[in-house]
């Protein structure tokens, strides 16, 4: 770790000094939308901008290209960051969920090839883990990689991958061993976005966004040094990927930089549109407001609470779930309390209508109840993981998953 003997003052005075020589206001950016590749090249020279000023992967370990510090100066820095223009996209799933998993478990070589490229902004990584055949149950998925010589042949199909078309790898969850119990028999590869055999689509969502993609693969043949952690260990790899996707999707991520969500999905401002559309005098609507800015509040400081004792050791891994939870809770709460504060033109999504923003968001209310594995999970995980609770039934425990019966009544 590096020697933290500069002050959190000191450096945040020294970032602050740097963002603004260097680093464009957020006010004078360009929208890009989701759909331009402007969009990704933006993101990725941003990245470089901020490694070159030596402010690029605070958290992260030295000998990985990062600065190796504590997450109170990247809260710093982050503080300091706003009214900036950020790289704000590339933290989920790249940073916080996907180079976070590396660094627990990649190999040496991995986590100096791959985490260094992403901090210098030459890499961008995702997630390849939900199927077509179901996403909560995701030991149960069928894409298959098969040995030929020392390499893997892989085919199958992935879908909702955030942000793959921009990326460059996929963190890819394989069944290696169908004689094994669906736990057991499982690999994560480490596998190139533009591999031969590996076609991308987007997936245009009802809000006409399209950051979702699904991937199929036709003998793709990846090499020995593709594989995370251990063959037939994929479990293992890609419960630390979902520990870190329940805490960077609730919230407390340290390898995030910068606030905000990308343009493609941001959250109107709730009280300027209460002022906007006249009715900061009705008693319902102050009401529904005040809880959802509630509700924002709780959600903040249940982060950093559950992230404290995490990191402190007084919570196991598991609490990420509560934080995560909750996200979705807020989420809703929120979406709910913008409709009913701009009435009926929520309802009406046409060109120059000042609520559209409202409308569209809604479409996407229950993204939080989903995104990062769906509530019902979330709820599982307090409850046996956390509370003790008795585990789920489940009617495939240690039966080899050759001989789960799947698509039958
Ligand atoms: C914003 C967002 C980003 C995402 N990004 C990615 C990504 O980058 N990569 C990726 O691979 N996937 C991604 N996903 C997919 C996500 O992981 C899945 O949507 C999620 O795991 C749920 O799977 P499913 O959609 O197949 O729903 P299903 O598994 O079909 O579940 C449908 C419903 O049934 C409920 N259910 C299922 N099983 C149980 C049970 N045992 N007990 C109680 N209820 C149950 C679920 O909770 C849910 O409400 C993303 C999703 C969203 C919304």
């Not at 929208?31 to 941003?46: I, K, M, N, T, V």
């Not at 409709?339 to 999504?349: D, E």
Request: net charge negative; glycine share 10%.
């Amino acid at each position: 770790m590096t020697d933290t003997t500069e002050s959190i003052e000191s450096f945040r005075a020294r970032a602050r000094a740097w963002l603004a020589d260097n680093m464009p206001r957020l006010a004078d950016a360009a929208r890009l939308s989701g759909d331009d590749p402007a969009h990704w090249e933006r993101a990725r020279e941003l990245q470089r901008k901020l490694h070159a000023g030596g402010f690029a992967g605070i958290c992260f370990p030295e000998e990985y290209g990062g600065l190796g510090l504590p997450y109170a100066y990247q809260q710093a820095f982050s503080e300091e960051a706003e009214g900036y223009e950020m790289p704000i996209v590339l933290n989920i799933p790249s940073f916080s969920i996907c180079c976070a998993t590396l660094l627990d478990v990649g190999s040496e070589e991995q986590k100096r090839e791959h985490i260094g490229a992403a901090i210098r902004g030459e890499e961008v990584l995702c997630q390849f883990l939900s199927e077509p055949s179901g996403g909560s149950d995701l030991a149960g998925l069928i894409t298959r990689a098969e040995r030929d010589g020392e390499n893997w042949v892989i085919n199958g199909a992935k879908i909702w991958s955030t942000f793959a078309y921009g990326a460059d790898y996929g963190l890819c969850l394989a069944r290696t061993d169908p004689e094994k119990p669906k736990h057991d028999g499982l690999t994560m590869f480490l596998m190139p976005t533009r591999a031969p055999g590996l076609t991308m689509n987007r997936i245009r969502m009802s809000d006409g966004t399209d950051e979702f993609c699904e991937e199929f693969f036709d003998n793709v043949v990846l090499g020995p040094e593709h594989v995370v952690g251990r063959v037939n260990d994929g479990w293992t790899v890609a419960s630390r990927q979902l520990y870190h996707e329940r805490t960077a999707v609730g919230g407390g991520s340290i390898y995030t930089s910068g606030y905000g969500q990308p343009p493609t999905r941001s959250r109107p401002d709730i009280v300027d549109l209460v002022r906007r559309a006249g009715r900061a005098a009705d008693p319902d609507v102050r009401r529904t407001v005040g809880e959802a800015i509630v509700m924002s509040t709780v959600h903040e400081q249940l982060v950093e609470r559950v992230s404290a004792g995490i990191e402190g050791g007084h919570l196991p891994p598991a609490a990420a779930s509560v934080p995560r939870l909750f996200h979705a809770e807020e989420t809703e709460a929120h979406a709910d309390a913008l409709v009913r504060a701009a009435g009926a033109s929520a309802a009406v999504a046409s060109a120059g209508n000042a609520f559209e923003d409202v409308g569209l968001h809604y479409l996407c209310r229950q993204a939080g109840s989903l995104g990062g594995g769906s509530s019902e999970m979330a709820r599982n995980l307090i409850s046996e993981r956390l509370l003790g609770m008795p585990r789920e039934q489940a009617a495939d425990r240690g039966i080899p998953f050759n001989q789960i019966k799947r698509g039958t009544r």
